[in-house]
Every structure is written in C-alpha cells, then in structure tokens.
C-alpha cells in the first residue's frame, strides 16, 4: 500500500488547512487510518484516527474541536480538517494505515503497517 500525503503549507495562526492522503489499494475499507505528527527536537505523536467504517474516530486533546478526521472509501482517500492552526501545530504531518480486522482505529503507531511521506505544516504567529 503507497500513501500519498498532501495539503500542506505555511499559514498564519487561526488559518485553516485540509490535509489529503490518498491510498494506492483495492481494499481500503479493510484499514483504520491515522494522522500523526513530528515537530523537530519531538517524538511523534498521534493527531487523530479513524475506524474502517469512518464511524469512529478518534483527535488528540490538544486538537479536539479544532481539527476533524473523515475518510472517503470511495476515493481511498483520508482528510485531516484542521481550523483555528496555532503555532503549536508546526509539524510534519503523516498519515498511516493499520490492517483492522473488527470496527475500531489504533492510536499507537506502532500498529500502523503502511506510512506516508509526509506533509509540512507550518504556522506562523
């Protein structure tokens, strides 16, 4: 599975950024999906996570009503929506995408199987 990740930028604080990553693979309903992130000096971290279904998701406490994680298994595409940016947002952003075999997501990178490149995110104040 490639993971082509995209929709990064600069942006100023409160600006608004809608992240893309699209899957190369007839059967990405059978993958949880996952957006993390990696600020330099810093381990990365999740940022948000979604089911197979797209019925469940799961965004950082940091990021909780500013950022939506959605996907469209039509498309082989997951997006990551994030408003209200702060420069604390600055990062390298990547998408992830873990084999489920039940209706859930992973919040641990560890469970992800397939990587993107990444995307830069930065925000400026």
């Known amino acids: 599975v490639q993971l082509q990740a995209s929709g990064g930028g600069l942006v ?17 309903n059978s993958y949880a999906m996952g957006w993390f992130r990696q600020a330099p000096g810093q381990e990365r971290e999740v940022v948000a996570a979604i089911n197979r279904n797209g019925d469940s998701t799961y965004v950082t406490d940091s990021a909780k009503g500013r950022f939506t994680i959605s996907r469209d298994n039509a498309k082989n595409t997951v997006y990551l929506q994030m408003n209200s940016l702060k420069p604390e947002d600055t990062a390298v952003y990547y998408c992830a995408a873990g084999i489920v075999a039940g209706p859930y997501y992973y919040t641990y990178d560890k469970k992800y199987d397939y990587w993107g490149q990444g995307t830069q995110v930065t925000v400026s104040s």
């Open 12 to 28: 100023q604080t409160g600006d608004s950024l809608r992240l893309s990553c699209a899957a190369s693979t007839r059967t990405f």
